[in-house]
C-alpha cells in the first residue's frame, strides 16, 4: 500500500519566519504533486514535480523532489498570513492519486 | 475560481433522507472524481469517471451511488446514510491527456452532516 506521511501535522508560526514542511513514502512515484487548500474550499494546485532532486519555485514557494523519488519538500521563504492554510502532496501517476493528510499552516500577523 | 462547482455548498440530511450532490466542471475535462475529506485523513479516492464510464469504485458502500451523465456532470446520490459519512465531499476533474500528472482541478466540496 502506498502512503504519503506529511510533516508536520500542524505549525503556527509569526509572519516573517521561514519555514519547511515534509511529505515522504517507502514507495516510488513518477511524479508529485502540492495542493493548498484554505478553509471553506477545494485543493487548489501549485506545483507538479517530475524529476528526482528536481527544485521549483513558485514566488516565496520552493519545491524539492527527492532524488529517489520518494520524498518531497516544501521551503515557505518569509511567510505571511496569506500563506495560512492545509498544504496537500499527492502522488501520482494514474488515476489513483495518493494524497498526503497534510500540513496545517498557521501565520500569524 | 477553478471552473468546478459543486451545489449544495451545505448539506444537513437525516438517516432516513434521499439526497443528492451536484458537480460541474467548465473545464472541457473528461475525467472527473470524487472525494471524501475527513478530519485530519486523507484525501479518500471514491469514484472516478473517464469519458463518462466508471473506471474506479474504491469499495464504496452501496449507500453512495454515482452517477455521470456527459463529462462535464457528476453526480453523488446518497441514502440512509450513516452519521460517520459527515464530511467533505470533494469533486475534481482533470483532462484524460494529462494521464502522467493527473493534475486535478478541485471544486469547493459539499460540507455534509448527517443527523
Known amino acids: 500500500t ?5 510533516s508536520p501535522q500542524f505549525l503556527s508560526i509569526q509572519e516573517g519566519e521561514n519555514l519547511t514542511v515534509y511529505c515522504n513514502s517507502s514507495s516510488v512515484f513518477s511524479s508529485l504533486q502540492w495542493y493548498r487548500q484554505e478553509p471553506g474550499e477545494g485543493p487548489v494546485l501549485l506545483v507538479t514535480v517530475v524529476t528526482g532532486g528536481e527544485v521549483k519555485k513558485l514566488k516565496r514557494l520552493t519545491f524539492q523532489f527527492g532524488d529517489a523519488r520518494k520524498d518531497s519538500s516544501l521551503h515557505i521563504t518569509a ?28 501565520v500569524k500577523a | 475560481e477553478t471552473g468546478v462547482t459543486q451545489t449544495p455548498r ?18 472541457g475535462h473528461n475525467a472527473m472524481y470524487w472525494y471524501k475529506q475527513s478530519a485530519k485523513k486523507p484525501l479518500e479516492l471514491m469514484f472516478v469517471y473517464s469519458l463518462e464510464e466508471r473506471v474506479e469504485n474504491n469499495s464504496v458502500p452501496s449507500r453512495f451511488s454515482p452517477e455521470c451523465p456527459n463529462s462535464s456532470h457528476l453526480f453523488l446520490h446518497l441514502h440512509t446514510l450513516q452519521p460517520e459519512d459527515s464530511a467533505l465531499y470533494l469533486c475534481a476533474s482533470s483532462p484524460i491527456s494529462s494521464g502522467y500528472y493527473n493534475e486535478q482541478f478541485f471544486g469547493p466540496g459539499t460540507r455534509l452532516t448527517v443527523l
Open chain 1, 79 to 106: 511567510a505571511q498570513p496569506g500563506d495560512t492554510g492545509l498544504y496537500l502532496c499527492a502522488g501520482v501517476p494514474g488515476f489513483k492519486t495518493i494524497f498526503g493528510a497534510g500540513t496545517r499552516l498557521f
Open chain 1, 2 to 6: 502506498q502512503l504519503l506521511e506529511q
Open chain 2, 10 to 27: 451545505h448539506l444537513v440530511m437525516g438517516m432516513t433522507n434521499k439526497k443528492s450532490l451536484k458537480c460541474e466542471q467548465h473545464l
